[in-house]
């Protein structure tokens, strides 16, 4: 499982319905996280996952340190799907997709994913699977990062 994680001071997502755009999800202080799931992803990675958006002390403390999880500072997390994560560019022009995993692998570790944020007490918002979104963000820092649960040591 992949992740860009990023704090935000806002994030919104919108999808394209019958030609307008409809807001479906907004959350104000917290983390913005596109999700990427790869073939041979489990259980495992969700919770390797969860743990670590759960707890990363990327907000300021009274101090200005980087010293208090999303948790603390009593934030929220909008989680998005995001297979093109796993799109590799090492070959010609166009992306290969080919260690995404299927969609319907990809939709219920996501699930899992949000279940056991929400399970740790976090208010989750989501995306909408497999749908085109427009996504947009006011970065905060701008502090984003790369967690990949298969580079844990």
Same mark, same amino acid.
């Given at each position: %499982?992949?992740?860009?994680?990023?704090?935000?001071?806002?994030?919104?997502?919108?999808?394209?319905?019958?030609?307008?755009?409809?807001?479906?999800?907004?959350?104000?202080?917290?983390?913005?996280?596109?999700?990427?799931?790869?073939?041979?992803?489990?259980?495992?990675?969700?919770?390797?996952?969860?743990?670590?958006?759960?707890?990363? =002390?990327?907000?300021?403390?009274?101090?200005?340190?980087?010293?208090?999880?999303?948790?603390?500072?009593?934030?929220h997390i909008l989680l998005i799907?995001?297979?093109?994560?796993?799109?590799?560019? =090492?070959?010609?022009? =166009?992306?290969?997709?080919?260690?995404?995993?299927?969609?319907?692998?990809?939709?219920?570790?996501?699930?899992?994913?949000?279940?056991?944020?929400?399970? %740790?007490?976090?208010?989750?918002?989501?995306?909408?699977?497999?749908?085109?979104?427009?996504?947009?963000?006011?970065?905060?820092?701008?502090?984003?990062?790369?967690?990949?649960? =298969?580079?844990?040591?």
């Amino acid at each position: %499982m992949r992740a860009v994680v990023q704090k935000v001071l806002e994030a919104n997502v919108e999808i394209i319905d019958q030609h307008e755009l409809n807001h479906i999800s907004h959350i104000d202080l917290g983390l913005l996280v596109l999700l990427g799931v790869e073939t041979g992803d489990t259980e495992q990675d969700v919770r390797y996952m969860a743990d670590k958006l759960a707890n990363m =002390r990327v907000f300021a403390d009274a101090d200005g340190k980087m010293n208090l999880s999303v948790r603390d500072v009593g934030g929220h997390i909008l989680l998005i799907s995001q297979f093109t994560l796993f799109g590799d560019l =090492r070959h010609g022009r =166009r992306p290969s997709f080919s260690t995404a995993a299927t969609p319907q692998t990809a939709r219920a570790l996501y699930h899992n994913l949000t279940d056991r944020l929400i399970d %740790m007490g976090l208010p989750v918002k989501n995306g909408h699977f497999q749908t085109h979104m427009h996504v947009s963000l006011t970065n905060d820092g701008p502090v984003t990062l790369l967690l990949d649960s =298969r580079k844990t040591f």
